[in-house]
């Protein structure tokens, strides 16, 4: 089996999510089951153009559905933007160490995310939905730049109305009209009822935002082992051999993207690693 | 070769020829080495070469070629560099003719073994778009001629060790594999360091100790000859081989016990995962990166540096696509691109990453240094930053703040 060969996927479903950013749903033409852990990622492949690790958001058995959320950056990404539905593209994974959903068990999980860091992190909320029973208490925080950037409002307006969850938005740059808090995501920390002994922490956004995250939630007493972070690099083979997304000894893609805090913590946050 | 013998971990202790004073320890410490090793005259060298053909490998040998000692298709011993010499320093590298009738009398030419096994470029996959826009996708075929190579020195055994272990363990990479599968390997102890060799000071040679289907000692009439595989053996009875005298051991022994004494380079003695990591702001990587020009020489020459970028080239009519990889450097703009931003935007990130990794955190992935002492990235640099003394420099703590990190 060549671990590089993608899979030929069918674009099923296209939403723009903001000016930037849009979600495929994909389905597999093969029609071969897959599988997936909350957290791993695909590499997307635009034909005559090239690859992107893109994380899973959501994926449907029934289906087979997958969903990417993507933001148009580069000219892969912008490709991918421009495609229709009924189109195909490849497709091969998933790659990558998710979340620990198996140690978040009888926990209370706060998902703190930044920016389109949502997109990793909302394969946790699923989860812990789908198994509501199994886990505790859950806040989901989630801060953006400017309210123009934060995508899926009404979702997040759903889960708000859930028993024993707790959704705290904020924006660095607000919009007349906004409700929730004007400032950094860690500000929100304050809310929070946390009870840190029987928590568990999963953060993605900006590395600074993650660093400064990581401390806030720590210095309220939640160990440092029991908080974990989405790594992003550039990645180009997902497999740890191309070697462009090393943080220090680790290869972002296959040792994480998630990785417990104290694994990373040397390097987060220093320019060049 | 069997995979399982050549994946060990690395930082086993072997023995270092040349780097004890003790004469009688280290004759008992290579008396296994002797016991093995026979007799081949120089002028019999051919049949090695005649055995190998006979057997179905395609075979390389070092040849002189555009200035350089590279390794090349070779059929006739007649086409080995013979009487050829390289003075290598830092940042320059010259090939002369010396009054010997010797045929590996030289060091290291610029590249190791790793363009036949990692190719500097090479087709992963193809894919194909019909006309209703549907994808194809084939896997590149790969050749699998066994390859043999003559004349490997210990410094490239120890690199593609590290690159088995890189390509292989975990998930194989197919195109390494296939290459990797049928390589027979000629060693060759290594008696003609140059100025910019310092693999004793890494432990990785100049004896070869494993990893070898045979391997050569070259006396002034032909050659010392050991064998390290089954494989190996089944190619020594093909040769004309006679007994070893006592005589002939000592001297091969001895001209690789002085090969280790008259290196002068070498790497700081101290765990340097943590004394680099330790001075990630030492004034001297800014120094270091004035003069570095980011050219990706080092990483290029380098027998262990692994990174490498994937592309698609599609062909002008459209309807297909070759998906492409080729070796990348951490010198490069675009290897810590990240969505619109560099990680490493500027040259002191790109040298504190290579060297911090090539040293410091390749013990976490691979238990062991990525550097085996060759000394390729100090004579190709095009400004002649020399790795031992950076480190050495970084690991000082002259200019510290405060004193040590």
Known sequence: MNPYLPREAEIAGRTQESPNTFTLELRLTDRQPYDFEPGQFNMLYLYGSGEVPISIVAGNRDNGVLTHTIRALGHVTNGLAALKVGDRIGLRGPYGRGWPMQEALGRDVVVVTGGLGCAPSVSIIHHILTHRERYGHLSILQGVKHTDDLIWRSQYEVWAQMADVKVLLAADVAEPGWHGHVGMVTALFDRLQLEPDRSIAMICGPEMMMHAAADGLHNRGIGADSIYLSMERNMQCAVGHCGHCQVGGQFVCRDGPVFPWPQVRPLLGIRGF | ?405
């Open chain 2, 1 to 405: 070769m069997n995979f399982t013998q050549v994946n060990k971990p690395c930082d086993a202790a072997v023995p270092r020829a040349g780097t004890c004073d003790n004469l009688t320890g280290e004759n008992k410490l290579m008396a296994g080495h002797m016991e093995e090793s026979s007799y081949l005259p120089r002028q019999a060298l051919q049949t090695l070469f005649d055995t190998l053909k006979t057997q179905g490998f395609r075979t390389l040998g070092p040849v002189v070629r555009d200035g350089a000692i590279q390794y090349l298709d070779l059929t006739d011993a007649g086409q080995l560099p013979s009487g050829w010499t390289d003075e290598q320093s830092p940042g320059r590298y010259r090939l002369s003719k010396a009054e010997s009738v010797r045929c590996f009398a030289w060091a290291t030419g610029p590249q190791a073994l790793k363009p036949y096994l990692f190719s500097a470029r090479e087709t992963l996959w193809r894919s194909e778009r019909g006309p209703n826009g549907h994808l194809a996708f084939t896997a590149q075929t790969i050749e699998r001629r066994p390859m043999a190579v003559v004349g490997v020195r210990a410094c490239d055994l120890a690199a593609l060790e590290l690159q088995d272990r890189h390509f292989l363990d975990g998930i194989r990479d197919p195109a390494y594999a296939a290459r990797r599968e049928g390589l027979f390997i000629v060693a060759l102890h290594c008696s003609h360091p140059a100025d910019i060799c310092f693999c004793a000071s890494t432990g990785d040679g100049p004896r070869a100790t494993r990893g070898f289907d045979l391997a050569l000692s070259e006396l002034d009439d032909g050659y010392l000859v050991e064998t390290g595989s089954e494989r190996g053996r089944g190619v020594a009875r093909q040769l004309p081989l006679q007994p070893a005298t006592p005589a002939q051991r000592q001297q091969a022994e001895r001209e690789i016990s002085d090969a280790a004494k008259r290196q002068s380079r070498e790497l700081p003695s101290q765990n340097l995962r943590e004394a680099l990591f330790g001075r990630l702001e030492h004034p001297h990587w800014d120094k270091v990166a004035a003069r570095c020009l980011a050219c990706g020489n080092c990483t290029n020459v380098c027998p262990t540096c692994f990174c490498h970028a994937e592309q698609d080239v599609p062909e002008l009519g459209g309807a297909s696509s070759e998906h492409m990889r080729e070796w990348d450097s951490c010198f490069s703009e675009g290897h810590s691109y990240l969505h619109g931003f560099l990680v490493r935007p500027e040259t002191r990130h790109r040298y504190r990453q290579w060297l911090t990794h090539k040293l410091g955190s390749w013990h976490d992935q691979f238990g062991r240094s990525g550097c085996v002492g060759c000394g390729r990235c100090i004579t190709w640099c095009p400004v002649g930053i020399d790795i031992t003394q950076e480190a050495t420099a970084i690991c000082s703590d002259d200019g510290m703040p405060g004193g040590a990190a």
